[in-house]
């Protein structure tokens, strides 16, 4: 028996990081569409922000058009409220009922597929990964976009956003898996934008973590990257459609011409 193959081996063959992105990240649904078409399937998931959205969901049983089909109708109004500023612009409860009424899991545990959150541990200044227990507060905290939304408290420790130190979540998986493929559903793209409250803050943001991705970016065997998602702003929420479509294509057309599938 060779000793050191045996002791290298990992717990997972194929894992998927999933970035943030807003409603950009229904681009990762239509890439696991893709990618299913091409009989590949995560044994683990880890996802941050819109990607820990989306990977809880696949995780959940849910398949990628039903996602999308989920996603269709919402409003940035309807899923948020504005408030006093008390650490945020906005409130998120009708996000969280959202999500509450949509996951079949409660916890980690209940779910099909093994997942990781990412979320900003805001009192200490460092990225967490949540693995275990309660599924939807750490979900809710990783989509906490600093200034914007209030910080999400969980056993008394304010958390944000996790993509403010990592935005790719590729390293929370990379030594658990023989092979990772990352999505990253928010290509920096300099391109014109709409100079609304919302926007402005969320290329800011964008503009930030460009730097925590450039090392998860390296960790993956196969990165899904659509370069045209840079023609959408975070909270495009009326092209969550279109989104997910070019996830869709980006992936189908990678796989079909230029990728020998078996490499993964």
């Known amino acids: 028996m060779n000793l050191t193959k045996l002791f290298n081996q990992k717990p997972y063959k194929i894992g998927i990081a999933l970035s ?20 590949i399937k995560p044994d683990i998931i880890s996802g941050v922000s819109s990607g820990s959205v989306v990977g809880a969901l696949y995780a ?3 398949t990628p058009d039903e996602i999308a089909k989920l996603f269709e109708d919402i ?23 959202f999500m509450s009424k949509n996951l079949r899991a409660k916890t980690f545990e209940e779910l099909k597929i093994p997942l990781r959150v990412v979320a900003t541990d805001l009192d200490k200044g460092q ?13 809710i905290a990783s989509c906490s976009i600093p200034v914007l939304f209030s910080p999400k408290i969980i056993d008394g420790v304010h958390y944000v956003d996790g993509g403010v ?20 559903a928010s290509p920096l793209v300099a391109d014109k934008y709409k ?12 503009f930030m973590f460009k730097a925590n991705i450039l090392h998860d970016k390296e960790l993956c065997d196969l990165l899904i990257e659509p370069v045209d998602m840079g023609n959408y702003e975070t909270f495009d929420v009326d092209k969550g459609r279109e989104i997910f479509e070019l996830g869709y ?16």
């Open 127 to 139: 990225s967490v990964t949540f693995t275990s227990g309660k599924l939807l507060d750490p979900i």
């Open 195 to 206: 100079p609304s409250i919302l926007n402005v803050a969320a290329r800011s943001y964008n």
């Open 75 to 97: 409003s940035f109004r309807r899923m948020t409220k504005i408030q006093i500023p008390d650490g945020g612009f906005f409130r998120i409860d009708a996000f969280q009922r």
């Open 20 to 39: 943030g992105g807003g409603i950009k990240g229904l681009c990762h649904a239509g890439v696991l569409k893709a990618l299913e078409e091409h009989g």
């Open 165 to 184: 130190l990592k935005n790719f979540p590729v390293s929370t998986i990379r030594n658990e898996c023989d092979k990772v493929i990352g999505i990253n």
């Open 60 to 62: 959940d049983g849910y």
């Open 249 to 264: 294509r980006t992936t189908s057309q990678m796989l079909e011409n230029k990728l020998d599938v078996s490499r993964v």
